[in-house]
């Protein structure tokens, strides 16, 4: 499968963006089974998870987003997204969508996402 990430950009601490991920290259019904997350990578530091969600719709998320962010997916349009609000200068990262399931794991390009202070 294939993962397209879009709707990184500048916006200043305190805005919203919404990221999106479509994937392609996978039936629905494999499409379906993936458990889709959202990583981040700042400069010299690890990826890390920011949010998940998992073939039925459970959700977990870094203690660091929790209640600014929100993960969720449309199926049938094979697109996950993350709703980002009240962003603050140190969410500033790229931004990675993942995707998995028993057979396999599949990371996109990633989308830069910068927050102006």
């Known amino acids: 499968v294939q993962l397209v990430e879009s709707g990184g950009g500048l916006v200043q601490a305190g805005g919203s963006l919404r990221l999106s991920c479509v994937a392609s290259?996978?039936?629905?019904?494999?499409?379906?089974?993936?458990?889709m997350g959202w990583y981040r990578q700042a400069p010299g530091k690890q990826r890390e998870l920011v949010a998940g969600?998992?073939?039925?719709?459970?959700?977990n998320y870094a203690d660091s987003v929790k209640g600014r962010f929100t993960i969720s997916r449309h199926n049938a349009k094979k697109t996950v997204y993350l709703q980002m609000s009240r962003l603050k200068p140190e969410d500033t990262a790229v931004y990675y969508c993942?995707?998995?399931?028993?057979?396999?794991?599949?990371w996109g390009q990633g989308t830069q996402v910068t927050v102006s202070s």
């Open positions: 993942n995707g998995k399931n028993y057979k396999l794991e599949s």
């Open positions: 290259g996978s039936i629905l019904s494999t499409y379906v089974t993936y458990t």
């Open positions: 969600i998992t073939s039925d719709g459970s959700t």
